[in-house]
C-alpha cells in the first residue's frame, strides 16, 4: 500500500524509533499521523499533519479513545515498548516480567483489536508490529524481555491470518539493537532508528510481512534450529562470567 496519502498511528512516538518513524512517514507524504506517547506534551513536532494523542497501551480506556479520534487511520504502528533487562529468577524487580508482557504483549493486542475494525472500514491498511531480534532466542540478562517478544512475534502471526480476510497488511519488524536510549548502555553494534523506519515502510508499500533489519537478525532467525548447538552454548559461557552486554 503506498505511504503518500496515509494516516498512520505510531505508538511510543515521542523519542528513538517512535519519532524516526513519524518523520519518515512523514517525509514519504502521509497526510496525517496520531503520535501517540504516555505524555503528549513530550512529542515534539512542527508539521501541522502532526496530531499529538495521550496514549498509553495498557490502558484500556486510552486506546479505546484515541481507535474512535483516529477512526480514519490505515497504517496503524504498535512501536511502544518495554525493556526492564531482567533476568527471570534473580530479577531486582519481582514484577519485571508482568509489566514487560503487559505492555509488549497484552499492549499490542489491545492496540490490534481496538484498531482491527478501523483499518478494515478504511480499505484493510496495514498493522505494523516493532518485535525484535530478541523474539528469535533468550537471552539470560534481558529473559523476560525477550519472553515478552516472542510472545508478540506468535501474536503478529496469529494477527496476519485473522486480519487477511479484511484485507489488513500485518508486519513484522526485527531489529537487532537499535541506536535510541533504550539500548545505552549496550556496547554491542547498533543499527540507525532512521534505517529500521525506512525499511519498515518499504515493506508496508510492497506488501511484505516481514523485516529482518540486519545480518545479525537475519542470522538469528535462520539458525533457529539449531540454537541449542550454536548459540546456547555460548551464552551459558557468557552467563556463568557475568559478560552482560548491557553493562550490568
Given at each position: ?6 494516516v498512520?498511528?505510531?505508538?511510543g ?35 501541522p499533519?502532526v ?8 490502558d484500556?480506556?486510552?486506546?479505546s ?7 480514519d487511520?490505515?497504517?496503524v504502528v ?5 525493556m ?5 529468577l ?5 514484577e519485571?516480567a508482568?509489566?514487560?508482557m503487559?505492555t ?15 483499518l ?6 496495514a ?14 540478562f534481558?529473559a523476560?524481555?525477550?519472553a ?13 491470518l ?6 489488513t ?13 533504550m ?6 553494534a547498533?543499527?540507525?532508528?532512521a534505517e ?10 510492497a506488501?511484505q ?10 542470522e538469528?532467525k535462520r ?26
Open positions: 500500500m503506498p505511504i503518500a496519502g496515509a498512520a498511528v505510531v505508538t512516538a515521542n523519542r528513538g524509533l517512535g519519532r524516526a518513524y513519524v518523520t519518515a512517514l512523514l517525509e514519504r507524504g502521509a497526510a496525517r499521523v496520531y503520535a501517540g506517547a504516555r505524555n503528549p506534551d513530550s512529542i515534539v513536532a512542527d508539521d499533519r496530531i499529538a494523542v495521550g496514549l498509553d497501551i495498557t484500556a480506556g486510552a486506546v479513545s484515541v481507535s474512535a479520534l483516529a477512526a487511520a490505515t497504517v504498535n512501536n511502544a515498548g518495554a526492564l533487562e531482567s533476568p527471570f534473580s530479577a531486582m524487580d519481582p519485571a508482568r509489566k514487560e503487559e509488549n504483549y497484552f499492549g499490542t493486542l489491545r492496540m490490534a483489536r481496538a484498531f482491527a475494525p478501523v478494515a472500514a478504511n480499505g484493510g491498511g498493522l505494523v508490529n516493532v518485535l525484535s531480534v530478541a523474539s528469535f532466542y533468550s537471552l539470560p534481558n523476560s524481555y525477550c515478552s517478544k516472542a510472545a508478540e512475534w506468535s501474536l503478529t502471526n496469529a494477527l496476519r485473522e486480519m487477511h480476510a479484511a484485507g497488511l500485518v508486519v513484522g519488524v526485527h531489529p537487532g539493537f537499535i541506536d535510541t536510549d539500548t545505552a548502555t549496550v556496547s554491542e547498533k543499527i540507525d532508528p529500521v523506519a525506512a525499511q519498515t515502510l518499504d515493506a508496508v508499500r506488501g510481512p516481514e523485516v529482518l533489519t540486519d545480518e545479525h537478525t537475519r538469528a539458525t533457529i534450529p539449531v540454537h541449542l548447538q550454536t548459540l546456547y552454548p555460548g551464552l551459558q559461557k557468557r552467563w556463568d562470567a557475568g559478560d552482560n552486554p548491557w553493562g550490568g
